[in-house]
């Protein structure tokens, strides 16, 4: 999908979600349970996640929504964490595997069972890209991030960094001194 259109169907989706001030992952929790008649529970992994291992996960019982994250890493990347599962719940998406038949029986007061369905969750490209841009735009909207400039990447970090960014088009130059 392409990124200008993603980010445009992602806004609509995020459009009717009122963000907190100040923001939190917490309270935008306690807004979408209430607005879903439907308990969500944020709950810290046990461990640290490893490389090729999911940071995050969106557990879906008769009883609630269980929104599962790495609380080892940075409080900016536990909330991204904490959005992108955000992002497949308010898109709806489904996995594509027999996660849920598992699911039934999972016992989510024992650590050592949430760990081992970790790595049995599967969701497609296009869902990852959809739960990816939700998180980004909502945490553009609760100026976490930063909004998208013409640079992107390295070149967009160091502009950022540098506190040029803007400078471009306003027109402002640097000279040598």
Known sequence: MHWRRLRRQCRKVI??????EPFSAQELCARLSAER???LHLLPLP???VPGTPSGMW??????DYVFYDAQTSPLHQEHIIMHEIGHMVCDHR???????LFRHLDITD???IRQVL???????????????IA???????GRLPAPSRLSGMLGGLESAMGLRGLRTTGASCSRG
């Open 37 to 39: 008649a439907r308990p």
């Open 15 to 20: 459009s009717g979600i009122p963000l907190p």
């Open 47 to 49: 461990t640290p996640t």
């Open 136 to 142: 980004t735009l909502i945490l553009e909207a609760a």
């Open 119 to 133: 790595p049995r969750l599967r969701y497609s490209d296009e869902q990852e890209q959809e739960a990816e841009m």
């Open 95 to 101: 996995s594509q595997g027999d996660e849920q038949r």
């Open 111 to 113: 650590p050592q069972s």
């Open 59 to 64: 557990l879906v019982t008769e009883r609630g």
